[in-house]
């Protein structure tokens, strides 16, 4: 299950999104039909049953032999079927790691658009409260314009900078819409979503060291050593075929009574047991398989060092950007505490009729900054946590 900052909100979409995805549901059942596949080589070969009628009939001392049947099982050599039952048992568990990666792909999908929504929403916050300040600001111009303390000007960059806000706000909105639908579909659903969201979020700063070789326990690498497996299996069961099979069997011969003469054991019907063994002595095959095994072994590790590779340098940027992002909210906080200050000195002034409306502004704007790049270090940060998480909780 996904651990965050914020588990229990995003869990609850993701529990969601798991029991509704058709993706999850299609390979479950290909798990399903492979477990099964188990039972399917869990058998011995056809039972073949015979009958002849003898149109010409063969005369024997004790009468002539009217029709005949017959019975044979053949049985694999020892251990044969159970090296089949691994073989189709390890095959299902390539299977149940496809289900395994799916879930935990769908989590990464379903919490990155989450904190992609809940930054929008952030966003729309802190343009809502710059607004509310602006709104505090052209109060106070207005109050000016009657003393002459201010011009219409100052006025006027108040209300366009409130416009140019305004207008990002509709944008926020519509960006809020395309990941909604993204969000929706990622759950599965129909109706568009009423996604909840925590007041405030929070960044864990003390981060637990990550142990890179950790990364071999990643369900996209156990992957690779169940499909090693399965060809390990797959080499098993083609040595087995190469042993004989025994069969046995009995055939019954109805004989007729001779009416031409009284012999002993007159009409007496035979009963013949068998034996037989089936030897493959034409093994070109069998040598050919084992050559594409050592092969497939051979495919399937490099194939496994490739993805390693891939996944830790991923893990290694995740993990150093999580990092950064953490520096950039911390400056923010900084950035933000010190314009609060600086806000709080121009207001000082304007009990004294000295207010700069455009030092005013200047800030203002540095403010909005800082807050949209806080919440942008924010969502940075979930974002990184995600693939991480993705990468290594286990």
């Known amino acids: 299950m996904y651990v965050s900052v914020h588990a229990q909100d995003v869990n609850t979409y993701i529990e969601k999104a798991i029991d509704n995805n058709p993706e999850i549901q299609k390979l479950e059942l290909r798990y399903a039909i492979s477990k099964e596949k188990v039972n399917e080589v869990a058998v011995l070969p056809n039972t073949e049953f015979g009958a002849g009628y003898f149109v010409s009939e063969p005369e024997t001392r004790t009468g002539p032999q009217t029709f005949k049947l ?7 050599w020892f251990g044969t079927i159970t090296s089949k039952e691994d073989y189709q048992s390890s095959l299902a568990d390539v299977a149940h790691q496809d289900v395994v990666i799916a879930k935990r792909k769908l989590i990464f999908k379903v919490a990155q658009s989450y904190y992609k929504l809940y930054s929008i929403k952030q966003k729309e ?17 207005l109050k000016s314009l009657e003393v002459n303390k201010a011009t219409a000007v100052d006025a006027l960059k108040i209300q366009m900078r409130k ?35 925590p007041e405030e979020s929070s960044i864990d700063k003390e ?29 098993i069961v083609n040595n087995k075929s190469k042993s004989a099979m025994i069969g046995v069997g009995v055939d019954y011969i109805n004989v007729a009574e001779r009416t031409d003469m009284n012999v002993l054991d007159n009409g007496k019907d035979i009963f013949m047991p068998m034996v037989s063994v ?22 399937i590790e490099l194939a496994k060092v490739e993805r390693y590779n891939f996944l830790a340098a991923r893990l290694k940027k995740s993990i150093s950007d999580r990092k950064a992002s953490l520096i950039k909210y911390k400056t923010q906080l900084k950035n933000i505490e010190q314009a609060k200050n600086a806000e709080t000195i121009l207001m000082s002034n304007y009990e004294n009729g000295t207010l700069k409306y455009q030092d005013l502004l200047d800030v203002q704007e540095l403010m909005l900054g800082f807050e949209l790049n806080k919440v942008d270090a924010t969502l940075d940060y979930h974002l990184q946590t995600t693939t991480i998480n993705y990468l290594s909780t286990y």
């Open 70 to 76: 017959s019975a044979k099982q053949m049985f694999p």
């Open 163 to 197: 416009n140019e806000l305004e207008g990002k706000q509709e944008q926020l909105k519509q960006n809020y819409t395309a990941e909604l639908a993204t969000f929706t579909e990622l759950l599965n659903t129909e109706d568009m979503l009423v996604v909840s969201f």
């Open 278 to 299: 089936s030897i493959p002595i034409f093994n070109a095959s069998f040598k050919s398989k084992s050559k594409q095994h050592q092969l497939a072994q051979q495919e």
């Open 207 to 235: 981060q637990t060291p990550i142990n890179i070789d950790s990364l071999q326990l990643h369900p996209e690498l156990i992957k690779y050593d169940k499909m090693y497996e399965s060809v390990v299996q797959s080499e």
């Open 125 to 141: 916050n802190v343009l809502t409260k710059q607004i509310e300040l602006l709104n505090t600001y052209e109060t106070l111009v």
